[in-house]
């Protein structure tokens, strides 16, 4: 999927009228298929970029373009068709606690499913082959019947990686996807996640707090720095000099990346329940 910023302003939802954009103006084109890092420190504007993407945020000036077309000039139904060419996946993945882990992985199938069939795969899971390859990418098939809140914080962060990959999006938005993991995980999945959307022929933007993994697996980098873009660059043009400007008050981050967003990360099974967030 092609995406087009022209002018793009973001403001959160529960702003006060008048306020400051959390986001642009920005000017930005992202080719179909292409792969995307966007990195900054916290409160740069990642996260409300991705939802603006995802049409969760209606633009509150200029405009956004996904195949050339304005998804905020369609009807209600064209509109929920186009988002469901997409995929958004946050940084905590929205999964029952008690749902199997089965059934979490192929709820990303749901927008391009019947009703009935949806129905039926709650009881008798449809689609099997397609969750447990998904699963094996992240070295997770033999959950493929845990309870999710049997699971580490590690491992569902990467269940929610798994059903980004069985909805086969054409947009994939990912927030943060290793923010609980360890660094051989987080490295696997990051392998994981991007062969399977140049497999897919997906565009994939994705926002990272690990510098060091943007340069690495992505070939264009995006900087954010207080909602405004600092720089777009070839990885290999993203200098410590420019690294150092963009976290200049947030050097902390740079130097030894975001905590995790799960403490326990993959150290064993935490029963509290999972902060649901909306595709």
């Given at each position: 999927?092609?995406?087009?910023?022209?002018?793009?302003?973001?403001?959160?939802?529960?702003?006060?009228?008048?306020?400051?954009?959390?986001?642009?103006?920005?000017?930005?084109?992202?080719?179909?298929?292409?792969?995307?890092?966007?990195?900054?420190?916290?409160?740069?504007?990642?996260?409300?970029?991705?939802?603006?993407?995802?049409?969760?945020?209606?633009?509150?000036?200029?405009?956004?373009?996904?195949?050339?077309?304005?998804?905020?000039?369609?009807?209600?139904?064209?509109?929920?068709?186009?988002?469901?060419?997409?995929?958004?996946?946050?940084?905590?993945?929205?999964?029952?606690?008690?749902?199997?882990?089965?059934?979490?992985?192929?709820?990303?199938?749901?927008?391009?499913?019947?009703?009935?069939?949806?129905?039926?795969?709650?009881?008798?899971?449809?689609?099997?082959?397609?969750?447990?390859?998904?699963?094996?990418?992240?070295?997770?098939?033999?959950?493929?019947?845990?309870?999710?809140?049997?699971?580490?914080?590690?491992?569902?962060q990467r269940v929610g990686l798994a059903?980004?990959?069985?909805?086969?999006?054409?947009?994939?938005?990912?927030?943060?996807?290793?923010?609980?993991?360890?660094?051989?995980?987080?490295?696997?999945?990051?392998?994981?996640?991007?062969?399977a959307a140049r497999e897919q022929g997906?565009?994939?933007?994705?926002?990272?707090?690990?510098?060091?993994?943007?340069?690495?697996?992505?070939?264009?980098?995006?900087?954010?720095?207080?909602?405004?873009?600092?720089?777009?660059?070839?990885?290999?043009?993203?200098?410590?000099?420019?690294?150092?400007?963009?976290?200049?008050?947030?050097?902390?981050?740079?130097?030894?990346?975001?905590?995790?967003?799960?403490?326990?990360?993959?150290?064993?099974?935490?029963?509290?329940?999972?902060?649901?967030?909306?595709?």
């Open positions: 999927m092609r995406i087009e910023l022209q002018g793009l302003a973001l403001r959160h939802p529960a702003a006060a009228r008048g306020a400051a954009p959390a986001l642009g103006p920005l000017d930005l084109r992202i080719a179909s298929g292409e792969q995307v890092a966007v990195i900054g420190p916290s409160g740069a504007g990642k996260t409300s970029l991705l939802l603006g993407l995802a049409c969760a945020l209606r633009p509150a000036a200029g405009a956004l373009r996904l195949d050339g077309v304005d998804p905020w000039s369609l009807s209600a139904r064209a509109l929920r068709r186009l988002r469901g060419q997409g995929f958004l996946a946050p940084q905590v993945p929205p999964l029952p606690p008690r749902q199997r882990v089965v059934t979490a992985v192929l709820a990303g199938r749901l927008p391009r499913i019947g009703l009935w069939e949806s129905l039926r795969s709650l009881v008798l899971p449809t689609a099997m082959p397609q969750a447990e390859a998904a699963l094996a990418r992240f070295d997770l098939a033999d959950k493929i019947f845990t309870r999710v809140d049997r699971l580490s914080g590690g491992e569902r059903r980004a990959l069985v909805a086969q999006p054409r947009l994939l938005l990912v927030d943060e996807p290793l923010s609980a993991l360890d660094p051989a995980r987080a490295e696997q999945a990051m392998q994981a996640l991007t062969a997906a565009t994939l933007v994705c926002t990272l707090h690990q510098v060091p993994m943007a340069l690495r697996h992505f070939t264009r980098v995006i900087g954010l720095h207080e909602g405004q873009l600092a720089f777009d660059l070839p990885s290999a043009e993203v200098s410590p000099e420019r690294l150092r400007a963009l976290y200049a008050q947030h050097l902390d981050e740079l130097e030894g990346g975001a905590p995790p967003a799960d403490a326990s990360a993959d150290a064993g099974p935490t029963p509290a329940p999972v902060v649901m967030q909306c595709r």
